[in-house]
């Protein structure tokens, strides 16, 4: 999100394509004119994995012509009528990308060239390598106008996940569905889940709760590394429910999706949480009606706005989770939060008994806080 210019995080869009969150290094770098595409890439475990774009690589709406001639840009994206006025049907690929930049870099779109991409690969139905490959192709009437409309959304800076109704989340090559009743996943994300597979490895018997599971992203991330453990993924919002349960369902994913005001609605179980997952609203109400329009008017208030610094729901989850047997004997809590929050977070766990770290995100700004209940020495080996 932007204040004063700059990004107030580093919570990125689309793979983001504009930012909320932002101070991160693009996860999808940009291609070039004539460059060659990127597979999309991300992390697991600390390695950087490719993982090939989730579309189709067939384009069913390629006309076999190409264009008659190296024809200007015309006054829409795909439009009949070329810059003199007259009709013309044969924009190809690379014309429409062209003209397309062009325009979401005047409304200043950050990342004009990919979510132009994005959205003509869509509309084509094929994969942004296709792009390249066919470049001079020219693009069949009904996929331009498809295409014309996708355009039309961005131009009023609804989020290219939004348009394409999905993103895809984690090294894992999760796909998830997403759209206005939930966040879209942002790659800062990633992190909680590399940190919580990481430490839970060897513990056979692990139960994990996402709370605030949204489009349920990190929920359906640890139940597809870790089959074996119980994830229980809840919300607040019914329709960010909704959402989780499809996604579930899609990925033919056994996680428990259930509404709960944080930890209040859901039984820890005998054992207690081995590990209690939280991307919760981080930011501070004052500051959503600065955020780019993006986030602001098209991404669920209830998953935004954290309250007058921001932190209300990381405070009561804390109190819930320090309550005793909550968590179990190792347990843990990972928590991200805002780019200037970590210090802070670190300092609200200390107070409860808990010892506190902090990862750093793409960009080294301190961004996921695990939080542990700190050994006790026993009063009787303790010295005289
Ligand atoms: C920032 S979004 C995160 C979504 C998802 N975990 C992700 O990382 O993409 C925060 C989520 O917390 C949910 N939420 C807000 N208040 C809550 C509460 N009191 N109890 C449970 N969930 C809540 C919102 O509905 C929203 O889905």
């Given at each position: 999100m932007v204040v004063g210019g700059r990004?107030?995080?580093?919570?990125?869009?689309?793979?983001?394509?504009?930012?909320?969150?932002?101070?991160?290094?693009?996860?999808k770098p940009e291609i070039a004119d004539g460059a060659e595409p990127h597979a999309e890439s991300s992390t697991l475990g600390g390695v950087r994995v490719a993982v090939p774009p989730f579309v189709s690589p067939h384009c069913a709406y390629l006309s076999s012509k190409t264009p008659s001639a190296a024809a200007p840009p015309a006054d829409g994206a795909g439009s009949n009528r070329g810059s003199s006025g007259a009709a013309r049907s044969d924009w190809s690929i690379g014309e429409l990308l062209r003209w397309t930049q062009a325009r979401f870099a005047e409304l200043g779109i950050a990342e004009a060239r990919l979510d132009a991409e994005h959205l003509l690969a869509h509309a084509l139905g094929c994969s942004r390598m296709t792009l390249y490959t066919e470049h001079d192709r020219t693009v069949d009437e009904e996929p331009r106008a498809r295409f014309r409309e996708f355009v039309r959304r961005r131009l009023a800076r609804e989020p290219v996940a939004h348009i394409e109704g999905k993103r895809g989340f984690h090294a894992l090559g999760l796909e998830l569905q997403v759209d206005r009743r939930v966040l879209v996943p942002r790659p800062e994300t990633e992190h909680l889940v590399d940190w919580l597979l990481e430490d839970l490895?060897?513990?056979?018997?692990a139960r994990v709760v996402d709370v605030g599971t949204g489009s349920g992203a990190i929920a359906l991330a640890v139940k597809h590394a870790r089959a074996d453990v119980e994830v229980v993924a809840v919300d607040v919002s019914p329709d960010a429910l909704a959402v989780a349960q499809a996604n579930a369902t899609r990925l033919e994913s056994d996680i428990i999706v259930s509404r709960s005001d944080l930890l209040a609605d859901v039984a820890a179980g005998p054992e207690g949480w081995s590990a209690v997952a939280a991307n919760l609203p981080y930011i501070p109400s004052a500051v959503i009606a600065t955020l780019e329009p993006e986030v602001r008017l098209f991404e669920p208030h209830q998953a935004l706005d954290g309250g007058p610094d921001g932190l209300d729901l990381i405070r009561r989850l804390l109190d819930q989770v320090a309550q005793p047997g909550v968590l179990a004997l190792g347990g843990a809590v990972y928590l991200e939060v805002g780019f200037d929050q970590a210090t802070t977070v670190a300092a609200m766990f200390g107070a409860r008994g808990f010892e506190a770290v902090i990862r750093n995100d793409y960009?080294?700004?301190?961004?996921i806080v695990r939080g542990r209940i700190a050994a006790v020495v026993p009063a009787r080996s303790q010295p005289e």
């Open positions: 990004h107030w995080d580093g919570r990125r869009m689309s793979m983001f394509h504009t930012s909320l969150r932002t101070l991160a290094p693009r996860s490895a060897g513990n056979t018997n960009a080294g700004i301190g961004r």
